[in-house]
Each structure stands twice: as structure tokens, then as C-alpha cells.
């Protein structure tokens, strides 16, 4: 029988100030690094970091950084490369028509998968954020696919045994990205050389791209392609990165569900956004909203024969009055 056990991580950015351009100084003041890990420790079930390179605390000290995490009972989950915050990407990173820019943000990315090795992250998180356009005209969409065909055969063959997920975004902080949803995202990993490009699942911007989440996820894993799984939830129209688990509650429940269909060994990125509440409790009840969906789940699992036998005769309403009954009793 199948059972989901999550490993369950965040950022720090979770605790950020998330100044934007209304509030540019920042909705709070900075958490401390150390101050995240001592709430983070005190969490149970949370056990990972998602750290990135540059400009990550302790980044450029490896063994250092695992010692501290290790003194807190974490570890790193998963790297990425900030090709984002730096104005330089701002006509975009893999797919820039400048080569040298295109150089930059595949050296940063090479530099982070050399670092995954070393702190034993599972993966390197590719988000091409600025890769895009904002207007009619204003792209080349035929070299720009070409571009990042280029730059991600180049990031792939740097170390065929690390894995890079690339998250795809359908907009923000461009109004239109080039990789935007599932689709046209297996699309391009099949248009590559390299087997060990694949995908990160943000749920939030899997709503918002109007998608099935458990439909994509099933998708990428069909194709051994689900390397990371990020959490928070939307009202399917913009990606606010309100807490996991608030909003679209059967949507979420179903991905669970395909979850542990699919056995997933990755991480659950907490990837939320908390201007307005405390943020070391909008972190615990995230994780707590976490073991609840793996809890429901893992009761869906334990009759997946029954449930998956109405999938094949599309009975709905024999499903749910099963599925709600196991969830909610009679
Ligand atoms: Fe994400």
C-alpha cells in the first residue's frame, strides 16, 4: 500500500520584509537567519532550507552553513541561482539576446549546481523570471526559445547527476513569461539534449495558469520529471503566495492525493508571502496544513483501488460520496 511521507522545507525568504512598490520599505522589519532557524526547529515536520547563490547567509562557507542547519536539526533541500534580482537580467537571463548576459546567468547556475554537490541538496531550482515580454513587438519569440534551448543544454551537461527543475510562471515579474505552464514547459524538456532537466511544481502558479494541479504533477512524473514541489494557494488569478492550504482546498487535496500515487522522494516548499501576520506562525500553519493534506491522503491511498476504479469509469459521484465519506464520516 502506498503512503506519502513528506519532506517538508522553506526559504528565507518566507521571512522576508516584502517591500513591493507600494510599501518599498517593507511591510516588517528584517528576521534574523539565526532567529528563522530557531523557529524553524521548533516546527515539527520541517526539516529542510531552500538556500540559493549569491547573497544567501553563510552560502560561501559550505561546510559551515550544514553545520549551523545541522545544530538546528535541518538541512539543505534545495539550491537555485538568483538570476533575478540583479537589474542586469531584466530583458531576461537564459534567453537574453546579449551573450555575455546569457554567459552570467549559466556561470551562476554552474556555480550553484557545484555547490548542490556539497550540500547535498536534491536539486538546483531554475526559475528564468525575467524571460519574456511585456509587449507586442517587443520579443524575438523564435531565437529566444532557441536561447534557452542553448543556455539549459549547457547548465544540464555541467553535472548529468544533479537534477534542475525549471518553474514555469505564466507572468509576473514579466506580463508574459516564455516558459508559462506545464505544457509548453515538457515541451521544452523534450527539446533538449540532457536527461536531467525537469520540473518544479509551484501549486500557486499551477492554479493560476487556469491548470489541474494533480493533472500536471501526474504528467511530470509519467516522465520522471517532478523534481520539486512548491506550496502556497491563489484565487487562480495572480500569484500572491497566500499560505498553503487556505484557499482551493479539493484541487489540493486531489494533487495530494497523486502525490503519493507517484511515490514523490523530493521537497514541499513552503513558499509563502506573510506582510501581514506574524511569520513564524503563518510558517506553522502552513506545516500544519501540510500533515493535514498528507493525512487525508494517505486515508484516500489506503483505498486507492476503489477510488481509482471510479477514475476509470469517470464516476464521479460514486467518488465523492466515497472520498467525502473517508475524509468527513457519514
Ligand atoms: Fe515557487
Redesign the pocket.
Known amino acids: 500500500m502506498k503512503k506519502l511521507k513528506l519532506n517538508i522545507n522553506c526559504h528565507y525568504g518566507c521571512f522576508g520584509t516584502f517591500s513591493e512598490r507600494y510599501v518599498p520599505g517593507g511591510y516588517d522589519i528584517i528576521y534574523e537567519f539565526e532567529k528563522m532557524l530557531e523557529v524553524m526547529s521548533g516546527i515539527d515536520g520541517l526539516e529542510g532550507l531552500a538556500v540559493w547563490w549569491p547573497g544567501h547567509p553563510y552560502i560561501d562557507e559550505p561546510s559551515r552553513l550544514k553545520k549551523i542547519l545541522s545544530d538546528h536539526g535541518l538541512r539543505v533541500s534545495d539550491i537555485g541561482p538568483d538570476i533575478w534580482s540583479d537589474p542586469i537580467f531584466k530583458y531576461g537571463s537564459i534567453s537574453s539576446t546579449d551573450k555575455n548576459i546569457r554567459k552570467k546567468a549559466i556561470e551562476v547556475t554552474k556555480r550553484n549546481i557545484d555547490l548542490a554537490v556539497e550540500l547535498d541538496a536534491y536539486s538546483v531550482l531554475l ?1 528564468p523570471a525575467h524571460d519574456g515580454f511585456d509587449y507586442v513587438f517587443q520579443a524575438d519569440y523564435s531565437s529566444a526559445w532557441d536561447y534557452m534551448l542553448e543556455s539549459v543544454n549547457e547548465i544540464g551537461s555541467h553535472n548529468p547527476d544533479v537534477k534542475i527543475a525549471i ?1 514555469p510562471k505564466q507572468k509576473d515579474p514579466r506580463a508574459k513569461e516564455y516558459i508559462e505552464d506545464c505544457g509548453k514547459l515538457l515541451f521544452f524538456i523534450k527539446c533538449l539534449d540532457v536527461d536531467n532537466v525537469g520540473a ?1 511544481l ?1 501549486l ?2 499551477s492554479l493560476f495558469a487556469q491548470e489541474r494541479p494533480a493533472e500536471s504533477l501526474a504528467l511530470y512524473h509519467k516522465y520522471n520529471k517532478l523534481y520539486q514541489v ?1 506550496l ?1 494557494d491563489n484565487y487562480r488569478d495572480a500569484d500572491p503566495d497566500l499560505v498553503f492550504g487556505s484557499i482551493n482546498f479539493w484541487d489540493t487535496l486531489e494533487m495530494f492525493y497523486w502525490l503519493g500515487k507517484a511515490g514523490f522522494g523530493g521537497w514541499l ?1 513552503i ?1 509563502t508571502v506573510t506582510p501581514r501576520n506574524d511569520r513564524a506562525k503563518m510558517l506553522k500553519l502552513a506545516v500544519k496544513f501540510v500533515k493535514d493534506y498528507e493525512r487525508m491522503a494517505n486515508i484516500l491511498l489506503e483505498h486507492e483501488a476503489e477510488v481509482d476504479s471510479n477514475l476509470k469509469n469517470h464516476n464521479y459521484v460514486d467518488n465523492m460520496l466515497f472520498i467525502r465519506e473517508l475524509i468527513f464520516g457519514k
Request: proline share 0%; net charge negative; hydrophobic share 20%.
Open positions: 526559475w518553474e518544479a509551484d500557486g502558479h512548491h502556497n516548499n513558499d
